[in-house]
Nanobody
Framework: QVQLVESGGGSVQAGGSLRLSCASS????????MGWFRQVPGKEREGFAC???????RFADSVKGRFTISKDNAKNTLYLQMNSLKPEDTAMYYC??????????????????WGQGTQVTVSS
């Protein structure tokens, strides 16, 4: 059973920064693609950042230039550095793992394993 655990969410003012982490003791990060998604109540879950097994990254236009995704394979931890946060970034944030390698994409169907989510709230 693969378990992904997010942490680092919270409340911040617009323009501030947060770093989310996604750790697992049962999933090997080095070989597989991973992603970050977010969801606002009443809307579909949106993929906005991912990292492929060779380190290639992909970002949605909404976060490009503000967010960075990285992973520490030795610690089996995925990170999301969020800078210049905006109120529209408020959402529940989820990390996801594909279970296989290659280039990554921002579609839910590519990911098999999901964390429980961590809330990010950005106030104006």
């Amino acid at each position: 059973q693969v378990q992904l655990v997010e942490s680092g969410g919270g409340s911040v003012q617009a323009g501030g920064s947060l770093r989310l982490s996604c750790a697992s003791s049962t999933y090997t990060y080095s070989s597989y693609k991973m992603g970050w998604f977010r969801q606002v109540p009443g809307k579909e879950r949106e993929g906005f950042a991912c990292i492929g097994s060779y380190g290639m990254t992909r970002f949605a236009d909404s976060v490009k230039g503000r967010f960075t995704i990285s992973k520490d394979n030795a610690k089996n931890t995925l990170y999301l550095q969020m800078n210049s946060l905006k109120p529209e970034d408020t959402a529940m944030y989820y990390c996801a793992a594909a279970g296989y390698g290659g280039s990554c994409f921002l579609t839910q169907s590519e990911y098999r394993y999901w964390g429980q989510g961590t809330q990010v709230t950005v106030s104006s």
